[in-house]
Structure formats: structure tokens, C-alpha cells
T-cell receptor
Framework: DQQVKQNSPSLSVQEGRISILNCDYT??????FLWYKKYPAEGPTFLIS?????DKNEDGRFTVFLNKSAKHLSLHIVPSQPGDSAVYFCAASANNAGNMLTFGGGTRLMVKP | NAGVTQTPKFRILKIGQSMTLQCAQDMNHNYMYWYRQDPGMGLKLIYYSVGAGITDKGEVPNGYNVSRSTTEDFPLRLELAAPSQTSVYFCASRRGGTNEQYFGPGTRLTVT
């Protein structure tokens, strides 16, 4: 049973436009959410996170939105740049479960020049 | 800081062979983790450690063993390699009181 799902395996966007990556979860105990970015042959790198007490967190071109009632979060990248082309993983953790991360399957973002 | 380092980068094993994947971190993080990533899939937790001398199973521990004798090192042992263990293995660490994990570059393992 996948507790964290990224239903779009890939997304293609034109440079300068907005990229929206989506993530759904089923476990209502999750209280912290993270996005990781992964380039080929490298480890995932932390991008941005959000606590369940917030519904939005911004860091430069990256914004994460959390809709707790829908158990849905999204990552917005504006404007998208070719260097953003990578696989993006959504992850969730529960404070009462030792802050273990449960990962989604990833979305491959391709930003075309 | 080197962060999280992993060796080797690549390895090919024959069925039944054993090997140890090395992981080290120089950030003095208490928490360390081993994940595997199969093609097109997310990361699955194999084992984790909350400090030196303490380890516990994750979601997919069968066929693996770990030890944590120091804060810095967290090796992963495969005793009898099987083709199902062909994967990319990532080690990660985290400081207590935070949620963000920091990952190593990975070890690509093929078992034939």
C-alpha cells in the first residue's frame, strides 16, 4: 500500500513557464513533508519542506503548497529553468514514527529551452 | 565537510557472493539510514540507526545486515547476494530534532 503517491511519472515544461509537481498521501499521521531533487548518478538533495501547521512555504523560485483536507501537496517552480530538469521526490514523515521518511515514486521534470 | 560518502560507486557481484557497502558522514549526525531505489521507483528504507550501537529494521530488511559501532560509519552487509538485490543503494544521515535527511551519492549494485 503506497502511502505517498506521485501519479505523474513525467512532466515536460517550457523554460520560463511554471512547473507544478503533485503528491498525494493517505496517512493522516504525516505531519512534515519534503521535496527532494535528484540528478542522474547522484544522491537526492533536499529542496524544500513544509510542516503540517502551514499551508505554504516559499524559497526563491520554489513554493510548496499543502492541502491537509485533500491530503495533497504540490511543488511550484517559477520560472522553470533547464537546470531544473531532474527527478523530484515527495517524502512525508510522522513525528510519532521517529520521523522516518516515506517516499513517493518520483516525477521526472524536463524543462525545454 | 565531505557530507555523506559512500564506497564503492559501482559493483558487480555473482549470486551468492557477499559484500559490504560503506557509508560515512562527518556531520556528527546521530541518525543514519540505508535505502534502495529500484528503477522507476521511490526509495525504500532497508535499515536505520538512531545512534552508535542502535539499529533497527526498515521496510525491506531481508537479505541485509547493518552495524553502527561509531557515530560516523554505518556499513550495510549483503551476505548471499541475489539478483533481487540489484539496485542503487543510498545512505543518508540526519541531525536529531530535524526532518531533513542528507544523502550520499549512491552505490550501483548489479547481481548476476
Amino acid at each position: 500500500d503506497q502511502q505517498v503517491k506521485q501519479n505523474s511519472p513525467s512532466l515536460s515544461v517550457q523554460e520560463g513557464r511554471i512547473s507544478i509537481l503533485n503528491c498525494d498521501y493517505t496517512n493522516s499521521m504525516f505531519d512534515y513533508f519534503l521535496w527532494y531533487k535528484k540528478y542522474p548518478a547522484e544522491g537526492p538533495t533536499f529542496l524544500i519542506s513544509i510542516s503540517s501547521i502551514k499551508d505554504k512555504n516559499e524559497d526563491g523560485r520554489f513554493t510548496v503548497f499543502l492541502n491537509k483536507s485533500a491530503k495533497h501537496l504540490s511543488l511550484h517552480i517559477v520560472p522553470s529553468q533547464p537546470g531544473d530538469s531532474a527527478v523530484y521526490f515527495c517524502a512525508a514523515s510522522a513525528n510519532n514514527a521517529g520521523n522516518m521518511l516515506t517516499f513517493g515514486g518520483g516525477t521526472r521534470l524536463m524543462v525545454k529551452p | 565537510n565531505a557530507g555523506v560518502t559512500q564506497t564503492p560507486k559501482f559493483r558487480i557481484l555473482k549470486i551468492g557472493q557477499s559484500m559490504t557497502l560503506q557509508c560515512a558522514q562527518d556531520m556528527n549526525h546521530n541518525y543514519m539510514y540505508w535505502y534502495r531505489q529500484d528503477p522507476g521507483m521511490g526509495l525504500k528504507l532497508i535499515y536505520y540507526s538512531v545512534g552508535a550501537g542502535i539499529t533497527d529494521k526498515g521496510e525491506v530488511p531481508n537479505g541485509y545486515n547493518v552495524s553502527r559501532s561509531t557515530t560516523e560509519d554505518f556499513p550495510l552487509r549483503l551476505e548471499l547476494a541475489a539478483p533481487s538485490q540489484t539496485s542503487v543503494y543510498f545512505c543518508a544521515s540526519r541531525r536529531g530534532g530535524t526532518n531533513e535527511q542528507y544523502f550520499g551519492p549512491g552505490t550501483r549494485l548489479t547481481v548476476t
